[in-house]
């Protein structure tokens, strides 16, 4: 379709729509990794426990959880998507819109999440593990002082990577009526053959990553600098501490 605006007037034009666009994508990014998040660590740890015979060993629980990890991570999120509709239309009420597009967000993020975790996790020197359960330290403790802390700049980068991956799924969601940038990009750029939102929604998702990816390389890298190897020289106190308030 011949366009005979000018630039200026395109971007005039675009802007109410693309500041929608972009808060859209914004709330659907924040709520998915924020679930992701906190489901998806969980998962991630009781995937490394439930396979570490000094931890908690649970040949089940690990083959269950691995097993649906592995089956999600398997299908294709634009048939994810699609096939989630009716679960999302019964969750939520209504499978269109920023809202509905939560639900297959969430559901893809979180197992390559949780398997990003326990690959952090498997990263930390065995040695500071067996040096935490020959003192004695009870397995919360461990989780909290030891793994978490030792894993946490693969974590932050796990995040990164997830925050990612979000971004293209939430662009992807707006085939089926997701909202978001990737609905702008799909009603004007694509149905409406406009090249130049095409062209600026795809400029503002390179933005997107470019700056995730940024924030996510300072913040893993303080965490870098910040080494919790000292962690089995203090452990001690630690457990000393746990059996004090523990009497």
């Given at each position: 379709m011949?366009?005979?605006?000018?630039?200026?007037?395109?971007?005039?034009?675009?802007?109410?729509?693309?500041?929608?666009?972009?808060?859209?994508s914004l709330y659907m990014i924040s709520v998915s990794i924020i679930i992701t998040v906190i489901v998806g660590l969980?998962?991630?740890?009781?995937?490394?426990?439930t396979s570490n015979r000094l931890l908690f060993k649970n040949v089940f629980i690990y083959k269950t959880v691995d097993f649906i990890v592995n089956t999600i991570r398997s299908i294709p999120f634009i048939i994810l998507l699609v096939f989630l509709i009716p679960f999302t239309l019964?969750?939520?009420?209504k499978s269109t819109g920023p809202t509905g597009a939560i639900v297959p967000l969430t559901v893809a993020a979180i197992p390559l999440f949780t398997r990003l975790?326990?690959?952090?996790?498997?990263?930390?020197?065995?040695?500071?593990i067996e040096s935490a359960v020959a003192s004695g330290a009870s397995l919360p403790l461990i989780v909290r002082e030891v793994l978490i802390p030792e894993a946490m700049f693969?974590?932050?980068?796990?995040?990164?990577?997830?925050?990612?991956?979000?971004?293209?799924?939430s662009a992807m969601a707006g085939v089926v009526g997701g909202g978001g940038i990737g609905d702008l990009a799909i009603r004007y750029g694509y149905y409406r053959f406009d090249n130049f939102t095409m062209w600026v929604t795809v400029i503002l998702l390179i933005i997107l990553v470019q700056i995730t990816q940024y924030i996510g390389n300072?913040?893993?890298?303080?965490?870098?600098?910040?080494s919790?190897?000292?962690?089995?020289?203090?452990?001690?106190?630690?457990?000393?501490?746990?059996?004090?308030?523990?009497?």
């Open positions: 011949e366009n005979n605006l000018s630039l200026a007037e395109q971007w005039n034009n675009l802007q109410p729509e693309l500041i929608q666009s972009f808060a859209d969980f998962l991630g740890i009781v995937l490394f426990l019964f969750l939520l009420g975790v326990d690959t952090s996790l498997n990263e930390i020197d065995y040695g500071i693969g974590i932050i980068q796990s995040i990164t990577l997830t925050l990612i991956n979000l971004i293209a799924f300072y913040i893993s890298k303080k965490f870098k600098k910040n919790f190897m000292a962690v089995p020289i203090f452990f001690e106190l630690l457990v000393g501490q746990e059996r004090r308030f523990s009497t």
